[in-house]
């Protein structure tokens, strides 16, 4: 296995420590990895070489658990331009433009240290986006916290959510959206993924694979420092008692650098020096150098002396693994370098030629003139591990009976419980920490619609403007409970949600959140998340074009619930035919789109009202989410439609009166006489497939529905400041609107 082309075996820098197993150990290889590393090398490695290989084997940089599973994935489609594999997905969107897109944790270092780890987090899935030639237009985060009673949740939501706000107003992009989810399952491990959306033109997308025997490697950004060492390895481990003593894992980011780094590297984008381009995420110069080398089948040699450094007395080791924030790798056109120097120093960054390509195929690091490193690249990448772990899959629970679960004693104060409850409050004070209306292209803002909407400035020979439609969806108790069905829903209601709003849906990204895959039963969680997620990506002509895996989210033993968070991104053509939620008049027709069988197992009033989690999900019938979904957006490009929202957590009840509350009207309706469904089944349970429509004729819609074989029914009309449902119950907005937005911000400024 050993490589041609041989160099001396590199030189031990001094009071360079013995490799023993408890090394190799610390650095998250097991035996039979390491045996693989020494077949490779035929040698015993430095210790600069056994951070790489630990790096780039690490289950966060190389999805040894979950390759075999990713590929089940559909990603595919004509509008795809580039799938995974890249720093993000990109998809046509029309008028010679490109949207480009991906969602990434921070998981473990939000936990250790919540306002870097968010803030960096941020930082890292935004230079993931410009780095392949697009200006980030929108920020999106899905956020999930242990019990609010747990000590540790408060301060854990106040830094995150300082964290990203702060790195995103920072950097002039809008935070338009994203989920807040509380469950003790996240008590020792919470989830902080970010997603960014950015627009280029499709004929100036860059990529990462370096070309070019001799062409020069070029470090810009910030100066390294030691922060963030081993942070990929960290991510990839479980935490214990510990976890605290990771904090130097933890990077430290800095927005107004990076802000910087994007104007520098859009206006050197704009020339033609750049050969191959990638910032420099987890396991740092590591990665960005091993992964550009290897996808252009050529060899580097990096001088790691010449690399900009903040500290004195940085070795190569740390250099390599370092993970300090705001830097970026370029391969440039030969003569090119005084063209980006100028460009990069315009803007105050560092510069620097820190190597250049070869043919060798091998990665080699000199340091002051003595080589330090030498790896073969292509068996980094062919002999690297991947795992088929044995897989249980979770068998799917018994259907709960609605004659199963009591009917509410009180129905107003059933309401308002629910609509109190950590998972459904207002998120405003999260929300109103983050600029979500800079750049001024925000149409749809955060609690106006499912799905956030940003305009698309005409490209130079498009008319008019179109919209970028985004969400970011999971429901982890589904997925819990079964978890082909959960997948299934996620991909489902983003879907959904992209179509509420009017726009068409287009392209998924995920991000993969689950326990220790060494585990069977968290390993078939995993993979039956994948089934469902395949199946209704397929069924619903949405392909993942990118994502990211996080594994090992447990502590002491103790898993997270199974999250696959969905980001999804869809295009509307003319955003004046956008909706949003609110019902903002009197005398519309409130109609229910989808048929209701009333299921209440792993619904939120099984949880808040009854204390129960149990019972199978609701079932997600895909051919029947399409033709529901598809005649939802022809009738909003019709313009038939006022206001529109799918019915998920809490089902329709609560679906109405989030939309009462978004738009300051009352409704008045009555439940459908001899449908057969118990009451409390018809308006708390959770069927999929379903929307609430407000429209100014109602029998116009159940005409087209009709037409269209789609279930509709006219629930009632809008008017007046309450929310009434005929003999059953009667709640001003204001009562509700009081409940409702007080519990964040009561438990936030708690003492205790």
């Not at 001024?440 to 439609?469: C, E, F, M, W």
């Not at 895959?517 to 995993?526: L, N, V």
Request: charged fraction near 20%; include cysteine; proline fraction near 7%.
């Amino acid at each position: 296995m050993n490589s041609d082309r041989q160099a001396p075996p590199p030189v031990k820098l001094p009071n360079e420590p013995v490799i023993t197993p408890q090394v190799v150990a610390e650095h998250g290889l097991s035996p039979d990895e390491y045996q693989r590393v020494l077949a490779i090398m035929g040698r015993t490695p430095t210790m600069v070489e056994l951070g790489i290989f630990s790096a780039m084997w690490s289950e966060h940089c190389s999805y040894k658990s979950s390759k075999v599973w990713l590929k089940k994935l559909p990603t595919k489609a004509p509008w795809v331009i580039q799938g995974p594999g890249e720093n993000a997905g990109v998809i046509d969107i029309g008028d010679g433009q490109a949207a480009i897109f991906k969602m990434e944790s921070h998981n473990h270092p939000s936990y250790i240290e919540p306002y870097q780890g968010a803030a960096t987090g941020v930082g890292g899935i935004l230079r993931d986006v410009f780095t392949m030639g697009a200006r980030p237009v929108a920020n999106l985060n899905a956020l999930r916290f242990g019990d609010p009673a747990h000590p540790k949740t408060r301060h854990l939501v106040s830094g995150v959510v300082a964290g990203i706000g702060g790195y995103g107003n920072c950097m002039g992009i809008p935070t338009v959206g994203g989920e807040t989810n509380f469950h003790a399952a996240y008590n020792g491990n919470i989830l902080v993924n970010a997603m960014t959306v950015g627009i280029a033109p499709t004929n100036r997308i860059f990529y990462a694979a370096a070309a070019g025997i001799g062409n020069p490697l070029v470090y810009v950004g910030s100066k390294t420092g030691r922060d963030g060492i081993h942070g990929a390895t960290m991510a990839s481990t479980e935490f214990s008692e510990d976890s605290e003593e990771k904090r130097p894992t933890v990077q430290v980011g800095d927005p107004f650098v990076e802000k910087l780094l994007l104007e520098a590297c859009l206006e050197l984008m704009a020339t033609d020096a750049i050969v191959a381009i990638q910032d420099m995420g987890a396991a740092g110069l590591t990665s960005s150098s091993f992964e550009m080398a290897a996808k252009g089948g050529l060899g580097v040699i990096v001088e790691l002396d010449k690399v900009p450094m903040r500290e004195t007395g940085m070795n190569p080791y740390e250099l390599m693994l370092s993970e300090s924030q705001e830097r970026m790798l370029i391969v440039l056109k030969p003569g090119q370098e005084a063209l980006a120097r100028s460009i990069f120093e315009k803007w105050e960054l560092d510069f620097a030629v820190i190597g250049h390509l070869t043919d060798t195929e091998r990665m080699v690091l000199s340091w002051h003139g003595d080589i330090v490193g030498n790896i073969p690249i292509p068996p980094l990448v062919t002999e690297a591990p991947v795992y088929e772990r044995p897989w249980t899959l979770t068998p799917l629970p018994p259907a709960l009976a609605a004659s199963d679960v009591p009917m509410p004693t009180d129905w107003n104060a059933s309401l308002i419980a629910l609509m109190s409850c950590p998972d459904l409050a207002s998120k405003a004070w999260i929300w109103h920490q983050y600029d979500h209306l800079i750049m001024g292209n925000t149409a749809i803002r955060p609690q106006d619609g499912d799905a956030a909407l940003v305009r698309v400035p005409p490209s130079a020979h498009g008319v008019g403007y179109k919209g970028l439609a985004m969400t970011s969806d999971c429901t982890p108790r589904y997925v819990q409970a079964h978890p082909e069905t959960g997948g299934r829903q996620a991909v489902a209601e983003a879907w959904r949600n992209i179509t509420a709003v009017g726009a068409r849906p287009l392209a998924v990204t995920d991000n993969m959140n689950f326990g220790n895959p060494q585990k069977p039963e968290i390993m078939g969680q995993f993979a039956g998340a994948i089934m469902g997620m395949a199946e209704a990506c397929r069924a619903l002509d949405f392909p993942v074009v990118s994502g990211n895996v996080s594994l090992y989210n447990e502590t002491e033993g103790k898993p997270i619930l199974p999250t696959p968070t969905i980001g999804a991104v869809g295009v509307i053509d003319d955003i004046s035919c956008a909706v949003g939620s609110r019902i903002r008049s009197d005398g519309l027709a409130i109609v229910l789109i989808g048929d209701t069988t009333g299921w209440l197992g792993q619904s939120l009033y099984l949880r808040e009202a009854c204390g129960r989690e149990d019972g199978a999900p609701p079932p997600v019938d895909l051919a029947v989410e399409r033709r529901n979904g598809d005649f939802v957006r022809t009738q909003i490009a019709n313009r038939r439609v006022v206001a529109c929202h799918d019915l998920s957590d809490g089902g329709l009840l609560v679906a109405l009166a989030e939309m009462c509350l978004a738009g300051g009207t009352g409704v008045d309706i009555s439940l459908p006489a001899g449908n057969g469904v118990p009451s409390h089944a018809f308006l708390y349970g959770e069927d999929q497939a379903r929307y609430l429509i407000a429209c100014d004729s109602g029998e116009e819609m159940m005409q087209a529905a009709q037409a269209a074989g789609v279930p509709a029914t006219v629930l009632g009309y809008s008017g007046g400041a309450s929310l009434i449902v005929k003999g059953l119950l009667s709640l001003t907005l204001s009562e509700l609107r009081s409940a409702h937005e007080a519990w964040l911000p009561a438990y936030m400024n708690a003492t205790e």
